[in-house]
């Protein structure tokens, strides 16, 4: 019988119970097993870690030495060190060659030299070939490095022993090239070609000889540039033929370095051409260049590599034809030479034989020269929006001679002006026609619109027509513009209203300079933008301006009629209230914010015009409290009757200021009587609401001051009055069980007996013997502490009764 087998198991077994009910007794065994086999592990484990410990500890005890720790690990790897060994071995073994050939050159003879040099060179060169065969292959490119080194010091000593008469730079120039073809040589032997070292040595020394050539033969600079980007040329050759490795990483850096230093020179010479023939010289260097930008292009590994020689190559064209036209046409007519040629690269896009990157990259290049031409015309730009500006310091000083001088006030006019309409019409004219492309052709003709809106904007102080001329353009793109805000495109219209926008603020800053411009122009704004407003999608915008072109029709109305600023205010608020009105009948439109926002700006310009005359202030304050009260009408604008009420209140202070009047009920019974009768509303409203929040603000606006005042009062008449008004509020807080009435009312009317009653306290207590007060304390606690149960019931009941008040 199995040990784990219990009675109930034998039972069930003997009794043949269910399938199912026999199953389960046997996983309730297996389960009991299983942890009681779990237990018995965890205490074996145990045990076992007892008994290692046990035998560790005398060993440890009886041992004198110290536990030994573990072996180091090695920080660098075999290789690595095997090749600094290499290298540092390379590296001094050629400093002992340079030294011997620079100081113990001297000490042998000719032939001596030569045998030495000779055997040392060639065996040196030898050696990588019996290492190769034995598998030291980073001892051969040691030994390689050194060879090479060995053949550029006996080329010094060459030149040294036995070519000292020769030009040193010419010598330099042969030296490199025989050791370029030399070096190569060495690395395409059969032998040698696994030596990874040879071929980028000689590709790096073939960098010298052109160049160092053209220095010897006492070239220009125009040599010496083509020497450079011939050897770029060269290089990129080497480029498109090699494959990947040392030697394509040496050609990629001579191509990049050569050919940027000749672009540079050739750029620099194009700039200081004195002529056309220096000109046509350096376009020839750049054309140089961009032909070899073009054939890296067309055979360069990547799409990001050619797109971006592409885009080169159509640079240097645009600078090499370009700086030719330079040379030959006026300073002014610079840039629409350049932007002529850049535009002329786009037919070479439409060339199907061409590459994708290519063609990509020309386009490129054209935008870029056509983004540039039209930067130059900026200046322009923000000289006829922005220097009308400085008419604000001197408004209505007299309309000037032409355009141009309504708009340089304060800022010189730009030089080579002339050409920016040029540039804006056929960068216009690009952006319309060349682009086809659906997704970049409605941006395009967004930016086509804007150019030439830009074009039309400078073109009259360009032409420096007359003054009103330039008005009326002016105005005439500001209404085109409001029309062009009737497409239903997004971005068209937004655009549009932008450039109306900007349009109408300098058309308003250029007619600062004569009265009745001005005033003709403020008025043609308000209408435009008022006709403007009746499609819903702009009126959030076009409303607003339009009360604010209202507003400073009113402000420069009351100033062309000699008005002093207050009485220019009433005009002011006129607008205020007619923006008023239109926002109650825009209703829940988008444009109803904004139009009532701009209206309280101008209320408070009209307030802020009063500021110095306090009669006209009190009736502006009315007034604009008077708009506010009818704001609040309106069911959403309700809390805009709190503002009413605080105008009010204001525009009573201000008046009562006038007049000299400083009784304080004056000031606080405005504010009182109002805040009662809302109290009362609101209690009318909702019988839940708190006395205080209903009545406590109003009585403490005029108790309170009242108060402060009555005690500073040395006469009768404030304090009986106030002692009077404050026992009817008690009265009626008694009456309708109002705690704020009863408390403030109590308080205040006690307060002011108590400063009635002073100065005869203060007389009986002066009469009295000193022991007399003592006494009459002590008696009043005496009788305090005999009633003191009675008094906490009193109390009590007066809570009570306070807490069923409101």
């Known amino acids: 019988m199995p040990c784990g087998v219990t009675r109930t198991t034998l039972r069930s077994m003997t009794h043949l119970p269910p399938p199912a009910e026999e199953l389960r007794l046997l996983d309730t065994e297996l389960r009991k097993l299983d942890a009681r086999r779990a237990q018995l592990l965890t205490r074996r484990a145990w045990l ?3 008994l290692h410990q046990a035998q560790q500890r005398p060993h440890a005890q009886a041992s004198p030495w110290p536990p030994q720790a573990a072996p180091a690990r090695p920080e660098t790897a075999a290789p690595s060190v095997q090749n600094v060994l290499l290298v540092l071995g390379g590296v001094l073994l050629t400093l002992a060659a340079a030294v011997f050939t620079l100081v113990s050159w001297g000490h042998l003879g000719i032939a001596g030299r030569a045998l030495v040099l000779g055997a040392v060179t060639l065996a040196t060169l030898a050696a990588p070939v019996a290492l190769l065969k034995r598998g030291l292959r ?3 490119e040691s030994v390689a490095g050194l060879g090479l080194a060995l053949t550029v010091l006996d080329a010094y000593a060459l030149h040294a022993a036995a070519l000292a008469g020769t030009d040193g730079t010419g010598y330099a120039a042969a ?4 050791l370029a073809a030399a070096w190569t040589a060495y690395g395409l032997l059969p032998a040698t070609s696994a030596l990874r070292l040879p071929l980028p040595c000689a590709l790096a020394a073939a960098q010298a000889p052109l160049l160092l050539w053209a220095v010897t033969a006492d070239a220009g600079p125009h040599l010496i540039t083509a020497a ?14 090699l494959t990947a490795g040392a030697v394509r990483i040496t050609a990629v850096v001579g191509a990049y370095g050569m050919g940027g230093w000749g672009v540079l020179g050739a750029g620099w010479l194009s700039l200081t051409a004195d002529g056309p023939g220096d000109a046509s010289r350096a376009g020839a260097l750049l054309l140089l260049a961009a032909v070899i930008a073009v054939g890296s292009a067309r055979r360069g590994p990547g799409v990001g590599h050619a797109l971006g020689l592409a885009v080169t190559a159509g640079l240097l064209v645009v600078g090499a034809l370009g700086g030719v036209v330079r040379s030959v046409v006026p300073s002014a007519w610079v840039v629409p030479a350049h932007l002529a040629v850049g535009i002329t690269l786009l037919a070479a896009v439409r060339a199907g034989r061409l590459p994708d990157a290519l063609r990509r990259g020309l386009a490129w290049a054209s935008g870029a020269v056509q983004a540039l031409a039209v930067l130059t015309t900026l200046p322009v730009v ?8 400085g008419r604000l310091a001197r408004v209505w000083s007299g309309a000037p001679s032409d355009a141009r001088a309504a708009v340089t006030v304060d800022v010189p006019w730009p030089p080579h002006a002339t050409a920016a309409p040029v540039v804006l019409v056929a960068v216009a004219a690009v952006l319309a026609l060349a682009v086809r492309t659906e997704v970049w052709r409605p941006r395009a003709r967004l930016g086509a619109l804007g150019l030439l809106w830009a074009t039309a904007l400078i073109l009259p102080a360009i032409l420096e027509l007359p003054y009103a001329a330039g008005l009326l353009v002016l105005g005439v793109l500001t209404g085109a513009a409001l029309y062009a805000c009737r497409i239903t495109a997004s971005a068209a219209q937004v655009t549009a209203l932008v450039l109306a926008l900007v349009t109408a603020a300098g058309l308003t800053l250029v007619s600062l300079a004569s009265q009745s411009a001005t005033l003709a122009v403020l008025s043609a704004l308000t209408t435009l933008f008022a006709a403007a407003s009746w499609r819903a999608d702009v009126a959030p915008f076009t409303a607003p301006v339009s009360v604010v072109y209202a507003g400073a029709l009113a402000s420069a109305s009351g100033a062309a009629a000699d008005w002093p600023a207050a009485r ?8 205020a209230a007619a923006a008023a009105l239109l926002a109650a009948r825009l209703g829940a439109s988008r444009a109803t914010v904004p139009v009532e926002t701009v209206g309280a700006a101008l209320g408070l310009f009209a307030v802020a015009l009063v500021l110095t005359d306090p009669p006209m202030l009190a009736l502006v304050l009315a007034l604009c409290g008077v708009i506010a009260a009818g704001t609040a009408l309106r069911a959403e604008r309700r809390p805009v009757g709190y503002a009413a009420t605080a105008l009010f209140v204001l525009a009573a202070w201000v008046r009562l200021a006038a007049w000299d009047v400083g009784t304080p009920e004056a000031y606080t019974l405005p504010v009182t009587v109002p805040a009662l009768l809302v109290g009362a509303l609101r209690r009318r409203r909702d019988a839940q609401a708190s006395s205080w929040t209903a009545y406590g603000a109003g009585l403490a606006a005029t108790l309170l001051p009242s108060l402060v005042a009555a005690w500073a009062d040395p006469m009768w008449t ?6 009077v008004a404050a026992l009817l509020i008690t009265l009626l807080g008694a009456r309708y069980r109002l705690r704020a009435p009863l408390v403030l009312g109590g308080w205040v009317l006690a307060l002011v007996a108590l400063h009635e009653l002073a100065p005869y306290v203060v007389q009986v207590t002066g009469a009295l013997p000193r022991w007399a007060p003592p006494a009459l304390v002590g008696v009043l606690l005496l009788a305090l502490g005999a009633t003191y149960e009675q ?6 009941r007066m809570r009570e009764v306070l807490g069923r008040m409101h």
Not at 175 to 178: E, F, G, L, N, S
Not at 228 to 241: E, F, H, K, W
Not at 568 to 575: G, I, S
């Open 138 to 140: 980073s001892t051969a």
């Open 718 to 723: 404030r304090p009986l009055l106030l002692g």
């Open 791 to 796: 008094r906490i019931r009193d109390v009590r």
């Open 568 to 575: 220019t205010a009433l005009l002011v608020l006129l607008v």
């Open 382 to 389: 923000v000289v006829v929006l922005l220097g009308p500006a």
């Open 228 to 241: 450079m980007l011939v050897t770029a040329g060269l290089d990129a050759v080497a480029v498109a033929r």
């Open 175 to 178: 030296a490199t090239a025989v």
């Open 48 to 50: 076992v870690a007892a």
